[in-house]
């Protein structure tokens, strides 16, 4: 087994959890079969996600979990420990080499995480089968609810023992129902089964084989499963593991630069404990990534606009000045063949996926952070975009890995509640952002809507213009040098250009205005700019009652994840394409 110093992954990326499971009694002569199978399933993750910090989850049991926890090391992988009670009552559970075992594993670990174990005492864990039993139930739900897969070295034969492997597999095939999230299906995980015959039973048809298993785990609904639901499944899966890449890579390709898009002010944020200033450090780095992904959005999509008004402008030049001319009759294709490959590479680079998917990411971290540092222990996952289950599940995940590194801080560390800073570095701060923005879209309608009236009367003016210079006799002013202008040929045609250039450049700029939403935009952020003045007001009065405050706070919260989700919507409905449909 290789020593090294276990160090956290790094704070800016996503880690992807995988957990353990598997049976106790191992036949010795498969371990190396069962070893380099295991490695096999890690290696083929980090092929798949080379950018991304693997995370094992592990009750470090004798047996399949030391295997499993051994075959991580091997491949680099952390290695967490999740244990169902306090280690010495756990050890003894144990036989004298699994023990010895453990302790080496456990000294290579990231950090451990401890099952809270409330109702039930030391003594009782000592002297109760049942109580142990109920505490292995509880590390199986764990490792169920905070792990996207799992590695089971099981049998596949089903069981209702307590906290068994046969239980571990049933809640990661099923997806573990979370109370704030009940009106919502489970997100299942997907299982890699290595079939593993067991000391104590009799050896299956395809032992030592790789299964993948999705859906319900249980031999009737594995076999009768419709195969259009597993597949969409396995897509869900692969699509999870896409983004968390995906979000890692473009992370270590745009590293954070170190004062920008903080929270809070450096000085305060390089005294807070390890697990706020992970994710400090983790909104700001999908806080620039956001920032840097709508600067190519915008790119694209002004090159998309200016190829299309390029296009309609030169067609209307050929038009009105240049009947006969081949170049410009084929200018019109050309933009809109430009347009199209435009519209390609930003399809092919996601930058409209990559700008909503970090500003959500970005929003939920900003609501995580403060609930922390206001002492509302409460993880954003269970909360995030309640009623808008959509591709961007993976957020969901990913807010989930980040939680479970609150249990590598040691209890003194732990941040006493801070409600003023809370106040003023998220409710005011958010309270005055939405309320600038607001006032800045609105100004950005009503120049649209002042544009376009101007344009209606400039057309109106020039129509009525240039058939009555064409009528009219008029020896002298204005009218006159108009009517020479029109009546000459070329001129005549830069009237009819001039009829309709004012209608393309406002229609330009409205579909600018269209696509980024101000409209809808300048509404929901003047809603949630009142909603914030008044949540300040009542934190204010409430700063001296603790509970209050985190009452106050979680519905803040609540509706800033709630007001986030309105705003993925709203741009989901609106991508980015060269031309729109009706």
Known sequence: MTNLTPTLPSPNLVPFVVAAAGHRDLRQQDTNELLAQTRTVLKQMRNRMPHTPLVLLNGLAEGADQLI?????????????????????????????????????????????????EGRSEEQMRISEETRADCYEELALFLAQNSQALIALWDGKDSEKKGGTSRVVRYVSEGIQVES??????????????VTPRESGSIPLDALSLHLLIGKADGKDRNSKNRELVTLSRSQFDLLEQNIERFNRDAIQWPLQQDKYRLIPAREADRLPAFLQRLEVLHRQADALSIRANVLRTRFFSAILAAALGGTL??????????????????????????????????????????????????????????????????????????HRTEMDWIRSALRNVWLFRSAEPSSTILQPNLHAVLNHWILDQEHWYRAKAKRQKAAVKRRELLSRYAVWLVVIWSVLVPVSLLVHAPWG?????????????????????????????GAYSLWTEQAGYEE?????????RFLSWQSKLLNTNLDNPTKACEILMATGIEALEENGRWLLLHRERPLQVISSP
């Not at 409209?352 to 996952?381: C, N, S, T």
């Not at 202008?485 to 450049?505: D, Q, S, T």
Request: aromatic share 12%.
């Open 181 to 194: 999230l009940s009106e919502e299906e489970p997100q299942p995980g997907i299982i890699y089964q290595i």
């Open 478 to 506: 204005w009218l006159a040098v108009l009517q020479s202008v029109v009546r000459n040929e070329p001129w005549y045609g830069m009237a009819h250009f001039l009829l309709v250039l004012p209608a393309l450049l406002v």
């Open 314 to 387: 030169t067609y209307a030049v050929h038009e009105d000045f240049f009947l006969a001319s081949v170049v410009l009759w084929l200018a019109l294709p050309v933009f809109i063949a430009v347009a199209a490959v435009v519209y390609k590479i930003a399809k092919a680079k996601r930058v409209e996926d990559r700008y909503l998917d970090a500003r959500a990411f970005a929003e939920a971290l900003r609501v995580q952070f403060f609930w922390e540092m206001a002492g509302v222990v409460k993880p954003v996952a269970d909360y995030y975009l309640l009623r």
């Open 521 to 529: 935009q300048a509404r929901e952020y003047a809603q949630i700019g």
């Open 69 to 117: 926890a051994q075959a991580a090391l091997l491949e680099g992988v952390s290695l967490v420990a999740a244990l169902p009670m306090p280690v010495e009552i756990y050890k003894a559970q144990m036989p004298g080499e699994a023990q010895q075992k453990f302790d080496e594993l456990l000294s290579q670990c990231i950090f451990r995480v401890q099952m809270p174990n």
